[in-house]
């Protein structure tokens, strides 16, 4: 019954191959979001779907590409992979138009690239 | 900009010590302000909010209180344990803009026996 989850958990792949982070969640949201955090800890927005519609897209290369083929999912899809994309990928969700429009995080994909 | 500054860490304190964690923020508008603690090897988890000038949030003895005159929303806990080693992250939310959290860099704290 996780509500944000994510696959996979650990992605170890080489500069150059492109592959896919999945976002899934059970809790009925209409937004959800793609996060980055760096070897530092630094936490910083990616995107976000509302409604299978993208409204932010935060100055991020074009080789990562969102999808969101329903309001339940949202996933990643990186191209031509760099070493500087090393990092642990948060997904969240959230419903507009509540109180606080809390944002619910999923349990991070590590992203180490060789 | 918007921004969110933090206490470098990491905060190393013996159990039952008495916490402050840092926090100011920079904003165009009126923000409201969160308190994330990411336990180790987990995502997220909201920890405390509050909405608008004076209010205080709080939870598991974790409190803190926007204070717009000094643009402000330190953490505090009065006494705490060793499960409440993680990194916090305080966050600020900007009505519209696509309800998107700008967080600071993150506080360690490490608590020990």
């Known amino acids: 019954d996780t509500a944000v989850s994510q696959t996979p958990k650990y992605l170890v792949t080489q500069m150059g191959n492109d592959k896919s982070i999945k976002c899934e969640q059970n809790l009925g949201h209409d937004t959800m979001y793609w996060y980055k955090q760096d070897s530092k800890k630094f936490l910083k927005i990616m995107f976000s779907y509302n409604n299978k519609e993208l409204i932010i897209n935060e100055t991020v290369p074009n080789r990562f590409s969102p999808k969101s083929p329903d309001k339940a999912h949202l996933n990643l899809h990186i191209n031509s992979l760099e070493l500087g994309d090393s990092a642990v990928y948060f997904c969240a969700s959230s419903q507009q138009g509540t109180t606080y429009n809390e944002q619910f995080f999923g349990p991070g994909t590590r992203l180490t690239v060789l | 900009g918007n921004s969110v500054t933090q206490m470098e860490g990491p905060v190393t304190l013996s159990e039952e010590a008495f916490l402050t964690i840092n926090c100011t923020y920079t904003?165009?508008?009126?923000?409201?302000l969160f308190w994330y603690v990411q336990y180790p090897g987990e995502g997220l988890q909201l920890l405390l909010k509050?909405?608008?000038?004076?209010d205080k949030g709080s939870n598991k003895g974790f409190e803190a209180t926007y204070r717009k005159e000094t643009t402000s929303f330190h953490l505090e806990k009065g006494s705490v344990q060793v499960s409440d080693s993680a990194v916090y992250f305080c966050a600020l939310k900007l009505t519209g803009g696509g309800n998107k959290l700008t967080f600071g860099t993150g506080t360690q704290l490490k608590v020990e026996l």
């Open positions: 509050a909405t608008k000038a004076d």
């Open positions: 904003a165009t508008g009126y923000p409201s």
